[in-house]
């Protein structure tokens, strides 16, 4: 009799006990609201009918007798039929015992009656325990003035009959139910029996055997619990494959790991882990070769026998205490390195320690003093136009415009100036649309010689002024493939640098020949030529080998970086070779 101490026995079957049960008065409730209500329904429409029929025979019969003889038939419904006037007087001559109840219902029905041609009431009286039907209908009897019939019935043998059938619809419910316990009691049972043998041989201490026969006879059942028993088998069965699964996701982790540490040897950046006490954890070869930090140190040395660079260790401990993340960009002082460090501490688990990535931020500083230069450069080079303006503009608000002679003079520096400074401003538009990549090329076949030829007829006014000859040798036409207009301005800029850099009757020529699969222009000059210390730097912007010369002639210090900027988005390569007293020749070898 285990099943009837075991909680979830009286669990299954108390709560199919307690539910069955409140459903089933439910549906008695409900079963007798409904009879009732169709009971009453019936006896209504019943009322109604005999009603009518009465109303129909007393046009052409004498009521008295009409009513008399339906009194008789009705009165097994328990109806009586009187025939009023408005005031609910009877207008024939009835038994004592069967005069017209004189009660405010049903002179509210015959009033209603006599309104709307029919009325229905129900009463229910102190000393009546069923409720009562009290119709009423308007008619016009034969030889009499318009009157109305009035009923007036009860429901007790109804609602008696309509009782003996509840009483046996509960008893059956009620059987039902009890069966219904009885059963789910047995079937409980025969869950909780299996269940508790489960409980009590899945233990630890119980031997396999004993387990596994235990498996096997519950297997046998066809239900949930069988199968629950045989899934217990089979796990029981496949337990050393999980064991051996297991192992081979253990390996698989470590292959992992393994290719983890690998993936961070590769990186470009140092990695260091350490723990809380700044032993180090992990160290991968970029950090070794950024911090100059031997083979003989590793994994489990303290961080100070790795590092001896005071600001490092300072930055890791602070770390390491405050639990925030910190940076710091130092100097290495082996090899002057210049590092920037984020150290970022482990939280889980808490205060593990933390990481630290290391990374040469050389060549971005080393942008960025450019940038310094670049900026420093233009605020120089756009400051020398402006004083002149700004000098020449005081000078003539001073005075100098009621002086024709001075003030065309001030007026030609500041237009010269302005020129200056124009062209200035393009040359750094087009240097910064050509760096940023936002100048849109259009590759298609050039003509070199018409090239060359259209640079030299735009130049040749500002040559012919400094009696300056540009030369082009004849040879054959040359097709390359590239953008004119950005061909065009590199031999424009090489041109017009040269003719600023060239003396008073001096020689230019611009040569177009062949170089292997390239084709090879060549701008040579007869000026005073580059020192060979200036030679690498002649590219760079604003660089200029002469600065007081340059800025006599115009020059903004741009044309040679745009020539070496075009001359990389066409894949072209240009360079310069020059001796001083000889001259210089720029050399650019275009791609078919």
Not at 135 to 150: N, T
Not at 448 to 471: F, K, T, W, Y
Not at 492 to 506: F, R
Request: with cysteine; proline share 4%.
């Amino acid at each position: 009799m285990f099943w009837a101490r075991s909680q979830l026995f009286w669990k299954i079957v108390g709560f199919y006990a307690l539910l069955t049960g409140l459903a089933l008065i439910a549906l008695v409730v409900t079963l007798k609201a409904q009879m009732s209500e169709h009971a009453e329904l019936n006896h209504q429409k019943l009322a109604h009918t005999v009603l009518q029929r009465i109303a129909e025979e007393i046009q052409n019969s004498p009521p008295d007798q009409v009513l008399g003889s339906w009194n008789q038939s009705v009165a097994v419904h328990e109806f009586r039929i009187w025939l009023v006037d408005d005031r609910a007087r009877s207008l024939i001559d009835l038994p004592a015992d069967h005069d017209v109840p004189q009660l405010p219902v049903t002179m509210s029905a015959v009033r209603a009656a006599f309104r709307s041609g029919d009325s229905v009431r129900w009463l229910q009286p102190l000393n009546i325990h069923e409720r009562q039907l009290v119709m009423s209908l308007r008619c016009q009897p034969q030889g009499s003035p318009e009157s109305v019939l009035l009923l007036v019935g009860g429901l007790q043998k109804r609602m008696e009959e309509l009782g003996i059938v509840r009483d046996a619809a509960s008893r059956s419910a009620f059987y039902t139910w009890l069966i219904g316990v009885l059963v789910v009691a047995v079937v409980a049972a025969g869950l909780v029996v299996p269940l508790r043998a489960m409980t009590e041989n899945l233990g630890t201490g119980v031997e396999r055997s004993l387990r596994q026969d235990m498996l096997m006879r519950i297997s046998d059942r066809h239900d949930e619990l069988g199968t629950v028993a045989q899934s217990l088998t089979e796990l029981e069965e496949d337990r050393e494959d999980r064991i051996t699964e297991l192992l081979e996701s253990e390996k698989q982790s470590r292959t992992t790991v393994n290719l983890l540490t690998a993936v961070l040897d590769s990186m470009i950046e140092g990695v260091i882990a350490i723990d809380h006490d700044e032993r180090i954890l992990f160290l991968n070869a970029a950090a070794r070769r950024l911090l100059a930090i031997g083979n003989v140190i590793g994994v489990g040395h303290r961080l100070y026998e790795a590092v001896r660079i005071p600001a490092m260790l300072e930055t890791i401990g602070e770390s390491l205490r405050d639990g925030e993340l910190q940076t710091l960009e130092f100097r290495t002082p082996l090899t002057g390195v210049h590092l920037a460090m984020v150290v970022c501490p482990i939280r889980r688990p808490r205060q593990a320690g933390a990481v630290a990535v290391v990374r040469d931020v050389s060549d971005l500083r080393r942008l960025e003093a450019m940038r310094r230069d670049f900026v420093s450069g233009v605020s120089h080079e756009l400051k020398t136009p402006l004083t002149v303006i700004q000098a020449c503009t005081d000078t003539l608000i001073n005075g100098a415009m009621d002086d024709p002679i001075a003030a065309k003079r001030f007026l030609t520096q500041i237009e010269e100036q302005s020129e200056r400074l124009l062209q200035l401003i393009l040359g750094m538009l087009q240097l910064a649309r050509v760096e940023s990549g936002n100048e849109v090329f259009q590759f298609e076949e050039v003509n070199l010689n018409e090239v060359v030829r259209e640079v030299v007829e735009g130049m040749q006014p500002v040559a012919d002024s400094r009696q300056i000859q540009l030369l082009i040798p004849e040879t054959g036409g040359m097709n390359v493939t590239s953008d004119w207009q950005a061909v065009r301005t590199i031999i424009s800029n090489l041109v017009d640098n040269a003719i600023k850099h060239t003396p008073d009757d001096g020689t230019i020529t611009l040569q177009i020949e062949p170089d292997g699969t390239n084709a090879l222009v060549i701008v040579r000059d007869t000026g005073s030529g580059i020192p060979s210390e200036h030679l690498p730097r002649i590219f760079e912007r604003f660089y200029r080998v002469d600065r007081d010369r340059s800025r006599d002639r115009g020059g903004t210090g741009l044309g040679l970086a745009i020539v070496k900027h075009l001359c990389q988005h066409l894949r072209a390569q240009v360079s310069v070779s020059s001796e001083p007293g000889r001259g210089t020749e720029f050399r650019v070898s275009f791609p078919a």
